[in-house]
RNA sequence: GCGGGUGUAGUUCAGUGGUAGAACGUCAGCUUCCCAAGCUGAAUGUCGCCGGUUCGACUCCGGUCACCCGCUCCA
């Protein structure tokens, strides 16, 4: 059993928002400026740590295909890369369904300060009733129900049964009966607002007139660039369902309430990707990607009881999840969410849903002609979209670790491939020919390791405050070279997690860390 | 968006109607042969921002921004 394992209260988000900031991992954005709701920048440290997140998922998924492992149909999966733009034509929004999706109308209750999606809201009224006093409740709402039945035969002085009332949504209503309306928890009627739309999309104009005729959207996912470029990626690249398209980037959601550090930003990145199958083998490649997602977060450091996989129930399907098919979430229990979890990444079988939708709207063909079934068909896709900014977030999360016995008093036990920091290298002390053997190790290092994270050289104080900084960097290993290397040409190693030293020949060096480091 | 709380050096926090401190960290020097030791010295804040009251505000009032908690939302 592992730390991670025995812990039963969570980390202080505050103390890891200090380090994050004290070690330059994460910084508000704007700061200076007093800082703006929803935006994060990465420091340093955090940037590198992210950047070292996204290789490996790059690596992993798109150039290794799924790290090198078979798919259910027994042959290597091939993925390909794309980038695309944030901004698109409007009209792929409009297919997508997310213009109407984002559009979502709200309705708020003065008195309660509750807020209620307007198509989940229901009016009961006396059966008949076309106008006047109505009671609303949240659909599928049992127990709103019941108290809406209470109080309308009170205000209507008898019993009633089920056949006495009439229940229509509140979207169906003129919008100046909603003052005739008593809201869920209230007594009297008058507190509920007009539905209002909450645009959930960043807007912004193409040119510089600004009119409403140039209205375009930042992206709010990655996954349409991807199912608009299928018939390129087709027509130019030789491959044959099944496949994967993949891309990392940038998407954009007006959240309402951003909150929970970067768990909820409204600038995030996002890994996803969109891969293509037969609609007859759409089971067996989701539950090959469900697994594969969930082995890959786990060899990259999120172990234990703090990550899991959880399939959907039926009632909570996306509007694109074809019925009986797959949706799973992979999450982790983040501070801010325990003891429950929160999201990580979704695998979804979105079926055709995306390809139809913009042959539809395009007119564009999206279909595939498979030589092997001698078969034209618009292919299904599972969908792996995972939070780049999410993963960086569970990653510090995981690798926080309170030890009052060290003198940092916490160190952030990163995996080596992940760690911005790969390796340090200290001479005992500034003088007597180690600090020249330092240096010399150091450039070594530094050649041989530089393009994958920092290879740090300390020469300053004592060796213990070195090692304490390196903790809270999150950094692996320390090279330590003493008074005895330059005669046994030996440097000691020191291991962060468990603070054990070994002594290993100088040469060896590279060799060792090229082992240690993975990826 | 609503309600509550908070906002003082990099971090964690004191503080008083008369223009600011501690600890730790950071930096420099000495010391130091393995875990923030010791000694000496140094830098750092228009006390979130704007406005008002006042002879004078970090301290009172208003607004605003940001963060935290709850509600809502998270396709």
């Not at 969109?274 to 890959?296: A, G, N, T, V």
Request: glycine share 8%; proline share 5%.
């Amino acid at each position: 059993m592992n730390q991670t394992d025995t812990t039963d209260t969570p980390i202080s988000m505050d103390d890891l928002m200090a380090l994050c900031k004290r070690r330059g991992f994460i910084y508000q954005a704007s700061e200076i400026y007093g800082g703006i709701n929803g935006f994060w920048d990465y420091g340093p440290l955090g940037a590198q740590l992210k950047r070292n997140l996204a290789d490996a998922w790059w690596n992993d998924v798109i150039m290794m295909g799924c790290s090198g492992r078979t798919g259910p149909n027994g042959k290597p999966v091939r993925i390909v890369p794309l980038d695309t733009c944030i901004i698109q034509n409007p009209k792929v929004w409009e297919a997508s369904g997310h213009v109407g999706g984002f559009n979502d109308p709200m309705v708020d209750c003065r008195e309660t300060k509750s807020r209620y999606r307007a198509d989940h809201l229901m009016v009961l009224r006396e059966a008949g009733a076309s106008e006047g006093r109505g009671y609303a409740f949240m659909e599928n709402d049992e127990e709103q129900l019941a108290r809406a039945m209470k109080l309308l035969g009170k205000y209507l002085r008898k019993d009633i049964a089920e056949s006495d009332v009439s229940v229509t949504p509140l979207v169906s209503l003129p919008k100046e009966q909603i003052a005739d309306l008593v809201g869920p928890g209230v007594k009297d009627p008058g507190t509920l607002t007009e539905p209002r739309a909450f645009n959930l999309m960043f807007k912004t104009y193409i040119g510089a007139t600004a009119t409403e005729d140039d209205v375009a959207y930042l992206r709010p996912e990655t996954a349409q660039g991807i199912f608009i470029n299928f018939k390129n990626v087709i027509d130019t690249m030789r491959v044959r369902v099944p496949f994967g398209i993949a891309n990392i980037g940038t998407s954009f959601r007006n959240e309402v309430t951003p909150r929970n550090f970067t768990f909820r930003s409204r600038e995030f990145e996002q890994m996803e990707c969109e891969f293509f199958c037969h609609p007859s083998e759409s089971r067996e490649w989701y539950e090959f990607w469900r697994d594969y997602r969930m082995d890959w977060w786990e060899s990259i450091g999120l172990k234990g009881d703090n990550l899991r996989l959880r399939e959907h129930d039926e009632d909570e399907l996306a509007h694109y999840a074809k019925e009986g098919a797959g949706t799973a979430d992979v999450e982790y229990r983040y501070p801010f969410t325990y003891p429950d979890f929160g999201e990580l990444e979704g695998v979804a079988d979105r079926a055709n849903f995306d390809l139809t939708s913009h042959q539809t709207a395009s007119r564009a063909k999206m279909e595939f002609f498979d030589q092997e079934r001698n078969e034209r068909y618009v292919p299904h896709c599972i969908e792996p979209a995972a939070g780049l900014s999410r993963g960086v977030l569970a990653v510090l999360c995981e690798a926080y670790t309170p030890d009052p016995n060290r003198p940092s008093k916490v160190f952030m036990k990163f995996h080596p491939r992940l760690a911005p920091i790969k390796a340090a290298v200290f001479p005992l002390v500034n003088k007597e020919g180690m600090p020249e053997i330092a240096e010399k190790l150091h450039a070594d290092l530094h050649q041989r390791f530089g393009r994958r994270g920092f290879v740090e050289l300390d020469v300053k104080q004592n060796i213990g405050k070195r090692y304490a900084r390196m903790d809270e960097a999150g950094t692996p290993f320390c090279f330590t070279i003493d008074g005895d290397t330059s005669s046994d040409h030996a440097v000691t190693v020191r291991h962060r997690d468990t603070l054990e030293q070994e002594r290993i020949g100088l040469d060896a060096v590279g060799e060792w860390l090229e082992g240690k480091l993975g990826g």
